[in-house]
């Protein structure tokens, strides 16, 4: 596992209507989390829009990559000097749409494509409406250790957590788009303390730090509670958010992973042969 402190740039935003002006936001958010020291900044899920799966139908905003978004994201990350995860972007591929993360070196060369694979699918979320998912897991390899990202829903999955594990990852980046919604029973219970906890579970089980960056603001039904946080590999929490606007940033010891799984050998001790079941429906 990679070694040495790495400081992580988290940007919370919420977004406009207007494309241009959610670019200006997050490039101005990115400039400053970069001011701040950050070496790899994370942008939220469809950054660069409205959260427009919260109602069934059609949007016809999609962009084939390269395209106007990746190529804008490719100039952020050469002007900040920072590796940037592109929160996501909807991206068409042919007759095809997927929800997709992008990442860029500090010199503004792509290094990794993600697309999707959990795609939820219910009141509010409508998501496969739009997206068709993705069929494998990206870690990009990078100056300042390995990156996995995930996005959104894939979070409740501990298999994608793994995998981006076992394929090297030592951060793993969960760009988000989630909140609460005007009328539905939250009878499960808290939805927003359930979603920081399992992140905190993938963390101390795959002996990574996990960075969730989640938007805000009140779209529709909708309000993005925010709580955009960065966990270490034991599952210490170093930087939570409240529901504000900014570019907030956290230290990380990626030398951390090696002591946890060196002292509990969460790896080293895993029964292959008895996970056959997980691949089976």
Known sequence: MAQGRVRLGVVQMSMAEDREENLRKAGAYIREAAAQGAEIVCLPELFHTRYFPTRRGSFEKA???????????????????????????????????????????????????????????????????????????????????????????????????????????????????????????????????????VQVGHAIANSVVVCAVNRVGKEGPTTFWGGSFVCDQFGKVLLRCDDSEGAFTADCDLGLGGVVEEGWGFFRNRRKGTYSAIAKR
């Open 63 to 197: 962009e084939a990559i390269p395209g106007p978004t990746s190529r804008w994201l490719a100039e952020a990350a050469r002007g900040s000097k920072a590796i940037l995860v592109g929160g996501s972007m909807y991206e068409k591929d042919g007759r095809s749409r997927y929800n997709t993360c992008l990442v860029f070196d500090a010199k503004g060369r792509r290094v990794s494509k993600y697309r999707k694979v959990h795609i939820p699918q219910d009141e509010h979320y409508y998501e496969q409406d739009y997206f068709k998912p993705g069929d494998g897991y990206a870690v990009a390899k990078t100056s300042k250790g390995r990156l996995g990202t995930l996005i959104c829903f894939d979070q409740w999955y501990p298999e994608a957590a793994r995998v981006n594990r076992i394929m090297g990852a030592d951060i793993l980046f969960y760009p988000t788009a989630i909140g609460w919604v005007d009328g539905v029973d939250m009878a499960e219970g808290d939805w927003k303390r359930a979603w920081e906890e």
